[in-house]
């Protein structure tokens, strides 16, 4: 399924970047590395899933008398609130390693960017993941986002500090796992070398 995605996206470029601009805003210069991180993440664990998930063993407690298995099991749901800045490669590229592993995926993108993320899962199930296991929730973040919370069973999301650690304190408090990309944690270095006028306006792009 994520060898087929990944030829997917590539033959349909054009679409994605087109919904991708129409949504977000962005140059298409910009807009393109999102359908290629996504192309590149599927056939990367696609290639790499028996790395990943077979069974390892470990030396136990008692060298020779016993042994450790290491075996990796799926989470269950996986819940992904992604923004709207990088909606194709932000609404895709952590679910895909989730599905990878047995989860089942709920994703719910910005409002501004539903199209974008509904296409992705539309990649999917034309890829042949069976119906359901990827699913796209759509509504104002306030009241989706508790409810997807409290029914996944791990949380993936990107966007401000404020709302990550509100999402951390839920999470915590049902003790299911997260990660959390938060805005406010990427400097930028300007070395005393540097042009200052491509520097600022590389700053207010990155921004």
């Not at 919904?19 to 996504?38: C, M, N, Q």
């Not at 029914?151 to 951390?168: C, E």
Request: some cysteine; proline content about 6%.
């Amino acid at each position: 399924v994520l060898l087929r995605l990944h030829d997917l996206v590539l033959d349909r470029l054009d679409e994605i970047l087109d919904l991708t601009i129409r949504e977000s805003g962005k140059a298409r210069k910009y807009a393109f590395d999102e359908p290629l991180h996504v192309a590149l993440t599927a056939r990367y664990y696609a290639r790499t899933a028996q790395r990943h998930l077979t069974t390892s063993r470990r030396t136990g407690v008692t060298p020779l008398l016993t042994r450790v298995e290491v075996n990796r099991v799926p989470k269950g749901v996986v819940g992904i609130i992604a923004p709207w800045n990088y909606p194709f490669t932000l609404a895709m590229s952590d679910g895909l390693p989730a599905l990878m592993a047995g989860n089942a995926v709920v994703t719910k993108p910005d409002h501004q960017t539903m199209l974008t993320a509904l296409l992705g899962a539309q990649l999917l199930e034309e890829a042949g993941l069976p119906e359901d296991l990827w699913q796209v929730v759509a509504g104002p973040g306030p009241e989706i986002g508790p409810e997807l919370i409290r029914h996944a069973d791990y949380v993936a999301f990107t966007g401000s500090t404020v709302t990550g650690r509100s999402i951390a304190r839920a999470c915590a408090d049902r003790l299911i796992g997260c990660s959390l990309e938060l805005g406010g944690k990427n400097p930028i270095l300007v070395l005393r070398d540097a042009d200052l006028e491509r520097a600022a306006e590389g700053a207010v792009r990155a921004c």
